[in-house]
């Protein structure tokens, strides 16, 4: 039993410190673009005087620099889900996916859109929906002015039914 420990205690110390022994900086400099990607994951479960549930994953994408024939873009893509659970009730229950794309990213005119969709169940948001489609006009050292069309779109489910109409006013006019 204790050599097996030791040797995935072993294992997990110095996979990290080999994982990347390339200098990628030449190759970065050389293709025009950086790129970057994560992928997460967590789980936890405690018992006892609670019972706590709780699991979460994301992915993460995003490109900077020279995209093909695309100059100077930067192109992003996130997505996370959280599942929690409390004493077997719904604790937290979200999602969120983001797409943004910005053309000639550091040029005089650049043309950019964006998109989020998401949901929160715990607060009774089912939908939500926003984007945007717009350009950004560079003006003299670092300044600029952006023009966009925006737009969102929520959908809520009440928690319970409440009818307005029936509020008793104990006759308070």
């Not at 893509?77 to 990213?105: C, H, M, V, Y």
Request: net charge negative; aromatic share 16%; proline share 3%.
């Amino acid at each position: 039993m204790f050599n097996k420990l030791y040797v995935v205690t072993l294992l997990l110390v110095t996979t990290p410190i080999f994982g990347q022994d390339a200098d990628t900086t030449d190759f970065e400099e050389e293709g025009g673009n950086e790129m970057f990607t994560s992928v997460d994951l967590s789980y936890s479960q405690d018992k006892g005087n609670t019972d706590f549930l709780s699991l979460y994953y994301g992915f993460s994408f995003s490109v900077l620099g020279d995209v093909g024939p695309l100059t100077d873009t930067e192109f992003s893509i996130n997505f996370s889900r959280s599942n929690d659970k409390l004493d077997g009730e719904p604790f937290t229950d979200d999602q969120s996916l983001t797409l943004k794309f910005d053309l000639w990213a550091n040029q005089k005119i650049s043309p950019f859109l964006f998109l989020q969709k998401s949901f929160d169940k715990t607060i009774g948001l089912e939908n939500r929906l926003n984007y945007g489609v717009g350009a950004k006009l560079g003006l003299l050292k670092g300044f600029s002015i952006s023009y966009a069309f925006l737009a969102e779109n929520e959908e809520y489910v009440p928690a319970y039914n409440y009818d307005s109409t029936l509020v008793d006013t104990n006759d308070f006019y």
